[in-house]
């Protein structure tokens, strides 16, 4: 397994709609494995493909507590079937944002249908932590950042950070 270039912000690939993803082959499997490791290595909890470079609507993520087991999940073109009325409120970070976190608010419970690394359909009901990083990677399929839920004003002050983080690392 190889440990992938996680891109940061600001970089307009962020900003790309996904594909659905068409082929459940031993590429896309590699792949995958490939993004969960990087995950493992960053460390995150949830990494999407178009964070590593890949237009693909396809995410790993693990929310065990620490200490507890690992459990991947590899979902594949998922949609949200259901969400619940109660929002929560969680302080969010990205591993493409490093280093920045904000409160966002999402809904509480979730139910996603998906299709697993072998194209096998799945669905699951997903809240706490697993249902805002279902969520958040979901977001990046199209585009969206975490500070895009934000106020303009805490939005424009981490990407300013970012980007000055981002010209320090060029130069030094
Ligand atoms: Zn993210």
């Known amino acids: ?16 709609r996904s594909e659905p993803v068409e082929q459940f082959d031993d590429e896309l ?3 995958m494995d490939d993004m969960l490791a990087t995950m493992y290595d960053a460390p995150g909890v949830g990494l999407s493909a178009i964070q590593v470079g890949v237009a693909k609507r396809a995410m790993v993520v693990d929310c065990a507590e620490d200490g507890a087991a690992a459990e991947p999940l590899y979902l594949v073109n998922p949609e949200i079937v259901e969400s619940s009325e ?10 493409s944002l490093p280093e ?13 249908r998906y299709r697993d690394q072998f194209g096998a359909e799945q669905e699951l009901q997903a809240e706490g932590l697993l249902s805002t990083c279902i969520q958040h ?10 500070v895009d839920h934000i106020s303009a004003l805490k939005r424009n002050m981490i990407l ?13």
């Open 100 to 112: 920045q976190y904000a409160e966002v608010e999402r809904p509480a419970v979730i139910r996603v």
């Open 29 to 31: 499997r590699a792949f």
């Open 1 to 16: 397994m190889a440990i992938l270039p996680i891109i940061t912000a600001p970089d307009p690939r962020l900003k790309i």
């Open 137 to 146: 990677e979901m977001d990046h399929f199209d585009g969206v950042l975490f």
């Open 160 to 172: 300013r950070r970012l980007k000055k983080a981002k010209k320090l690392q060029a130069t030094g």
């Open 86 to 95: 109660d929002l929560r409120s969680y302080e969010e970070g990205c591993l």
